[in-house]
């Protein structure tokens, strides 16, 4: 069976003896889960603590944000040599929060997508449109420039080392998440675009995640959408009760979508 990707995305939420409870927690409850892959993002400083306490081979690491340069006098950045260092194998990329809040451009995104695989992390790339843009019917224009000026230079190889996560950013936080079928309609526009620039092959294996509002009671039809890989949860990925819960339903979405009956 594919496993689904569940991504938690600890944003600037708890210290290091806090992450590490929390963590104990999902670990735990999580230790003998074979069928996803789940992914804990805590905050820089505690990737390392977390690091120690994962127990189960499918629960990975991942860092919020990483930089694109490797050393340097970068007064405040973590390179991408540090963050594997504290046992990430994977980043996010280009979060709206940063883009919005932080003012970081496609230019800087691409940057750092070309230097997390030049330096073996996988980068969680992403993409999503304001409800602006989706009320004005700019959403295609918006994520195809996305998609784009962020995935510039990349080969049809590298995006077989990417994960996409589309996030409407007015479902970030917001309690208001896409509906399966507004996440499954653009996740297939995002699959087409990439067949476009890459051809067939590298498209169909393209991992496309959904974020924005993901709880335990939303996950199961958003995972049996065709072209939805798995799902990076914020809020819901802060409580362990939560978070496992929707790896669990996410597990038995996956079955049904491969016709799976046990
Ligand atoms: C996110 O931070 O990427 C996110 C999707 O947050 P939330 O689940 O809280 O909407």
Redesign the pocket.
Known sequence: MKKPIIAG?W?MHNTISESISLSKEISESLKEVEDALIILIPPFTSLYEVEKIILNRNIKLGAQDVFCYEWGPFTGEISPLMIKDAGCEFSIVG?SERRTILKEDDDLVNKKIISCIRNNLIPIVCIGETLEEREKGLLYEKIECQIEDSLKNLTGEDIQKIIIAY?PIW????GVNATPEQAEEMHLFIRKNLEKRYGNETSSCAIIIY????KEDNIYPLIIQKDVDGV?????SLKSNSFCEIVRKAIEAQREKEGKTW
């Open positions: 995305n944003k979060h996030e479902a970030i936080g917001t974020g924005g509002s993901v990076l949860v914020g809020g819901a």
